[in-house]
């Protein structure tokens, strides 16, 4: 499965670290669209590019990382067919994807540690959209 990944310089670290974790789990197809130094950047440059992917359907998923990922999550949510979800916790993982379909994560590297954003990728990544009622809410997200 393709995973399209992106970061700005304050999150540069985690999404190397989730990108090494995501490729070292072999189920994975990771692509990085940057930033590759932790020169500062502008995220939404590459918020946009991600969701594009996403939003195209050329990759179920993306993965963006800021410094508190919400940066990342409101430029990306300007996609259409984007779900991007701020996730801070385990629960907050499961329940984007069970009830709202996210196919976006975004995190915070300077505020999510490096073993719980592991956690709330995989179960970001493990969680099947429940559908039934949900998919009728999810469908009126789009205007």
């Not at 990944?5 to 990108?19: P, R, V």
């Not at 069970?98 to 956690?119: C, K, P, S």
Request: net charge neutral.
């Amino acid at each position: 499965m393709k995973i399209i990944m992106g970061s700005d310089h304050a999150g540069l670290d985690l999404k190397e670290t989730c990108k090494a974790h995501l490729k070292q789990l072999g189920t994975y197809e990771v692509v990085d669209k940057g930033v590759f130094t932790s020169e500062s950047c502008d995220y939404p440059v590459i918020a946009h590019e991600v969701a594009e992917v996403v939003s195209r359907g050329e990759a179920p998923f993306g993965i963006l990382v800021c410094g508190s990922g919400i940066g990342m999550s409101l430029a990306a949510n300007r996609h259409r067919n984007v779900r991007a979800a701020l996730c801070h916790s385990l629960y907050a993982a499961r329940m984007c994807r069970l009830h709202n379909n996210a196919n976006v994560l975004a995190l915070g590297g300077r505020i999510t540690g490096v073993d719980l954003a592991l956690e709330i990728v995989n179960t970001f990544l493990g969680t099947e959209f429940e559908g039934g009622r949900h998919r009728r809410r999810v469908e009126r997200i789009e205007l």
